[in-house]
């Protein structure tokens, strides 16, 4: 077990002991990039839209933004190897398929070798060897995995399915229960019940955590953080600087400091 983290990559073999799992797998989020190879286990992943009861080998492509968690059964070891890295390392290709392919990209049992290697090559190669080796190997495995047919994977309940495409759609837009009931006409207790069920967080809380992601974004390509707060429907600057700092974990104008292990 080890995580090497250099630079803006990320890169980890994770064991967590049955009964005695070592981290909180729900309400996950994040601004950067995720592959997981899951080695063994008893889980069942969820992406946003799709979920999958994990086998040996799977191998999943967490793009930035999108909501992830892991309901594992803790009598059971949970092994998988984590690699984290920024959205410009990602060929604009991929990401055109990212958009209209599966998270979960099938089994990787092929691609073992190449986590091995990753793993190996940490007693022989400096920090900056290493960075330069598993950058390169993260490109050649994300134009690797998309020649992998995708597993079948259940998908949410359709309303869940329907208020996630809704908010992802309309994130520049102000969104509330009210704005929900009236687009989907359910009564707000169901949308609030049905939506935390499935997601394991507040429907409430999963827009301003998608809102602040996408704000993220805007200011990284250069928009000025007072412009991207109006944009994103913040009634006033200090209310989006406050979920800001409480979601990214630095403010808004410190942006260059980010990496991936936050």
């Known amino acids: 077990m080890f995580n090497f983290i250099y630079k803006d990559i990320d890169f980890a073999h994770k064991i967590d002991e049955a009964s005695n799992p070592t981290e909180n797998y729900e309400k996950h989020i994040h601004y950067f990039n995720e592959i997981v190879l899951f080695v063994t286990g008893d889980v069942v992943y969820t992406v946003e839209t799709e979920s999958r009861k994990l086998q040996p080998g799977d191998i999943i492509f967490i793009p930035s933004g999108k909501y992830h968690f892991a309901t ?27 958009e209209v392919s599966s998270c979960f990209l099938g089994s990787a049992a092929l691609y073992f070798d190449v986590f091995k290697n990753l793993d190996d090559l940490r007693q022989s190669y400096d920090d900056d060897e290493l960075y330069a080796t598993y950058l390169c190997e993260t490109i050649q495995l994300l134009i690797k995995l998309y020649h992998t047919p995708s597993p079948i994977q259940k998908e949410s309940p359709r309303i869940v399915t329907a208020l996630i495409n809704y908010i992802n759609e309309n994130l520049d837009q102000k969104i509330t229960l009210d704005t929900l009931n009236k687009e989907f006409n359910f009564s707000k207790s169901y949308i609030s019940n049905e939506f935390k069920l499935y997601m394991k967080t507040p429907i409430m809380q999963y827009i301003r955590t ?5 704000a993220h ?13 109006a944009h994103f429907g913040f009634s006033d600057y200090s209310t989006f600087y406050r979920s800001y700092l409480k979601i990214m974990g630095f403010a808004p104008t410190d942006h260059a400091d980010y990496n991936t292990h936050e």
Request: glycine share 4%; net charge positive; aromatic share 12%.
């Open 72 to 98: 594992v059964n803790s009598d059971a070891v949970y092994e998988r190897y984590v690699l984290k890295f920024p959205d410009e390392y990602v060929p604009d290709y991929i990401k055109q398929k990212r």
């Open 217 to 229: 974004k805007m200011i990284m390509d250069g928009a000025k953080t007072g412009q991207v707060a």
């Open 210 to 214: 998608k809102k602040i992601l996408a």
